[in-house]
């Protein structure tokens, strides 16, 4: 992965069809998208249950860009080894997932991974002022972790500002996750956001065998930030 600041597009497996994910994510890339992202849940931290390490192994071969993978777990800590042996190219915790974030962005950079740090909607930004030298990704959660289809929460368009600005000059992405859309996507992209997940609004209307809308669809968010910013 070499650090850029251009937009990057990262279609989320979780609005995909479960029993194609691999044909779905050659499609996904096909059409457009920059990145994988891989969201982890364990019915414990959020409240939704989703996939494990042997799943997002499975999948890592159908994945020619980036795998971006997004731990709603807790604790995060047993489980980085199994994440980098499954193929993960970034691992993201929360930092309300145990009580030191700053080992467990360790330990991920330790294992050969980028390390990736997320702030939940009523995290304040100035969280991770002190981690700023150990990650690789912000994610801003801009609707509250555990569900898809969620409302776009606004208030999050001021933390990016402010995160973009604490980053300064570090190689350091801000990714956004929830509630994207070709409205959404250029307030994000404005203040300073270069990852977008967005999860329903590429996979809609389209399929495996009709992959044509998840082009359209992430055409619609790039060329919306490529006009508004």
């Known amino acids: 992965m070499t ?20 044909q779905e994510i050659e499609a996904v890339e096909a ?12 019915g414990h931290f959020v409240p939704n249950l989703t996939f494990g390490p042997p799943l997002v192994k499975a999948i890592r071969p159908h994945i020619k860009t980036v795998m971006d993978v997004h731990l709603m777990i807790a604790p995060v800590d047993p489980y980085i080894d199994a994440f980098v042996d499954a193929g993960a190219d970034v691992i993201t915790a929360h930092v309300e997932a145990g009580p030191h974030i700053h080992r467990t962005l360790q330990a991920i950079r330790a294992a050969g991974c980028k390390a990736g740090v997320a702030l ?11 981690l700023l030298d150990m990650v690789d990704l912000i994610c801003v959660m801009t609707v509250n972790p555990g569900f898809g289809g969620q409302k776009f929460i606004e208030s999050q368009v001021e933390k990016v500002r402010r995160l973009r600005a604490m980053i300064g000059d570090r190689p350091i992405h801000i990714e956004i996750d929830g509630g994207i859309t070709p409205q959404t996507a250029p307030l994000m992209r ?13 996979f809609k209307g389209g399929s495996v065998a009709n992959p044509a809308p998840y082009g359209e669809n992430i055409r619609a968010i790039r060329t919306a930030c490529d006009t508004l910013v």
């Open 120 to 130: 939940n909607p009523g995290t304040p930004a100035e969280t991770v002022d002190y």
């Open 190 to 202: 404005a203040a300073g956001a270069d990852v977008l997940v967005a999860g329903s609004a590429v």
């Open 3 to 22: 650090f850029s600041r251009t937009l990057k597009i990262a279609p989320s497996i979780l609005s995909a069809d479960f029993a194609n994910f691999g």
């Open 31 to 42: 059409q457009g998208a920059d990145w994988i992202h891989v969201d982890v849940m364990d």
